[in-house]
């Protein structure tokens, strides 16, 4: 299809500035601009805008009294950018090389070795551009300037595709157009000419509908007078050629030909013509059809001398015809040139296919060689570190296991002993007060002027016990003074009788009564062991579940709902 390395040359002129207008400047008032400012215009001017000369050779002429290096090699690289004499043009680019190669910087030299690589290879000097380019990657890469090194595998990507190794090109390609796509700061001209790239390769490889999506993509997003639109048209026309659908693939192909044919790019307006004549000579068979629009391609060949795989194809074609004609004359003339294109061809894609595989297939190998061993390097250190990693979790869990093991055997203790002696614990109290205790209740009291006599304390003990037989200890809201004015005495005396007989406050005795009662009743209520905590709270005094939960705890050592699960289990298994 396309010889891209023609088309990167108008990459060059558009890679910097985006879609401009058109119109002329005054001399005068761009004499007055600074350098950022002349810069700035020039960025922002489109490849044919007129202006975008005046300010480089401005900005060029105004630099070559400057001290300043940097405006300096911008100078050069706007004037070698504008120059329509490549010789000139890479003599600029020369001494923008010279006067960084020493001090690069973050752009210079890479900059100028990539630009001066695409004037080599456009006049067909394979090895001295893919010198160039190589040198340009090794200070892009110094550098780690991404944009000019996923441009620079962009350009390998090229030199690939016209060696005919579309399967190595696709990936370096296809890395610049996402780059792009995902970069803000990228130029639509340089956006479209990606494109046109991605699906010219797609094309060789025989994969018209991947090329047809990506064009069609962009066609959405841009304007007619985007300088790469005719080629995306082209590119689907040979895409529906490919697929065999010759009459969308001619009415494309004319578009594209209307579109090319006034500038000055003979070789796809050729390569237009190629696939315009193979859509006659497949879809109609009509041989005089498209014999005439091969002969184009050869009017066009012989005065530019550009060929590419298709222009070969080209005259494959008019041979056959003009053997099927039976025109020896025509068929000898095809056939010389068919020669002299695959001399051509042959000596640069030998040379070029060498050094490719020598300066940047191998050292790219041997790079990767290195990175996979320091992968693997890492890996280890990574599989060390992982393995201790491991061991500390498994030693850690190990313990935990362990622990919740040994918890649960402590819990399973409990429960049982607690279910063996709960109804003992709850009826050991004696029917019979114990006197010694209430002796020495009495004599601790003495002292205190208000100090009650043995009869009031046995007194206040019966009624103690008389309370907790009737469960009135299950009362919600229940206070020491309530139950004091039920005993007729005060406060101060039951609390002291329930510190001195009981060995614990208020409400602690309280507390210790309410889940003693708690656990018999969940022990033998399988209809209460199905009450929600907050319920079971309410059932046994306590105003909230969490006064329960904790009290049950502080008694039992076990959790309520625990408790509860452990006696459903061992009903279910008697």
Excluded at 76 to 97: H, P, R
Excluded at 121 to 143: P, T
Aim: with cysteine; proline share 2%.
């Amino acid at each position: 299809m396309k010889n891209k390395l023609v088309i990167t040359i108008l990459l060059l002129c558009i890679s910097l500035c985006a879609q401009g207008v058109n119109y002329v400047t005054s001399l005068d008032s761009v004499k007055k601009m600074g350098f950022t400012e002349l810069k700035k215009k020039f960025d922002n001017c489109s490849a044919n805008d007129k202006n975008r000369l005046l300010y480089g050779n401005t900005y060029y002429k105004k630099s070559k009294y400057q001290n300043d290096r940097m405006i300096i090699m911008e100078g050069l690289f706007m004037a070698a950018t504008i120059s329509k004499n490549k010789q000139i043009g890479i003599s600029y680019l020369d001494s923008i090389i010279s006067l960084s190669a020493d001090r690069s910087d973050f752009i210079y030299p890479a900059k100028a070795y990539i630009l001066k690589s695409e004037y080599l290879l456009y006049d067909n000097h394979w090895n001295e551009g893919l010198i160039n380019l190589l040198k340009a990657e090794k200070y892009s890469e110094k550098k780690r300037n991404i944009k000019q090194n996923s441009f620079i595998n962009e350009q390998i990507g090229l030199i690939k595709t016209n060696l005919g190794k579309y399967e190595e090109a696709l990936p370096l390609i296809k890395q610049h157009y996402l780059f792009l796509k995902s970069n803000n700061d990228c130029s639509p001209a340089e956006i479209s000419y990606s494109t046109f790239l991605l699906s010219d390769l797609y094309n060789r490889l025989k994969k018209p509908d991947s090329a047809l999506y990506y064009n069609n993509k962009r066609l959405k997003e841009i304007k007619p007078q985007n300088v790469y639109y005719k080629y995306l048209i082209l590119s689907n026309g040979i895409a529906y050629h490919i697929k065999k659908e010759y009459k969308t693939s001619n009415i494309l192909l004319d578009s594209a030909i209307s579109l090319i044919y006034p500038s000055s790019d003979k070789l796809n307006l050729a390569i237009s013509y190629y696939y315009k004549g193979s859509n006659i000579l497949d879809g109609e068979n009509n041989l005089q059809k498209a014999k005439m629009y091969f002969e184009k391609v050869d009017s066009i060949m012989v005065i530019s001398k550009e060929y590419t795989p298709d222009i070969r194809n080209n005259y494959i074609k008019l041979i056959k015809i003009s053997k099927k004609l039976n025109n020896d004359r025509k068929q000898l003339y095809y056939l010389n040139r068919l020669i002299e294109i695959d001399i051509i061809l042959n000596q640069n894609d030998h040379v070029l296919s060498k050094n490719v595989t020598k300066y940047y297939d191998t050292p790219h190998l041997l790079s990767e060689k290195e990175k996979i061993i320091s992968k693997i390097n890492s890996e280890k250190q990574m599989y060390v570190l992982t393995g201790c990693f491991i061991f500390i979790i498994l030693v850690v869990s190990f313990y935990y296991l362990f622990k919740i093991k040994r918890e649960k055997k402590i819990l399973d203790k409990r429960f049982h002993d607690l279910i063996n002696n709960s109804e003992n614990e709850f009826k050991k109290e004696s029917s019979i007060v114990d006197e010694n205790k209430l002796r020495k209740l009495v004599d601790n009291e003495k002292s205190n002027a208000k100090s009650f006599d043995l009869p009031i304390a046995k007194e206040l003990i019966e009624k103690l016990r008389k309370f907790e037989n009737e469960f009135g200890y299950l009362e919600l809201n229940l206070k020491l003074i309530d139950l004091a004015d039920r005993f007729d005495t005060n406060s101060s005396y039951l609390s002291k009788t329930i510190n001195q007989y009981k060995g614990k406050n208020f409400s602690q005795y309280l507390n210790d009564l309410r889940i003693d009662y708690a656990v018999i009743k969940l022990k033998k209520d399988k209809k209460i062991r199905k009450y929600t905590v907050k319920a079971l709270a309410e059932e046994f005094g306590f105003n909230n579940s969490e006064s329960f939960a904790k009290a049950f705890h502080s008694k039992t050592g076990l959790q309520p709902s625990y408790f509860i699960k452990k006696t459903n289990e061992d009903v279910s298994r008697d």
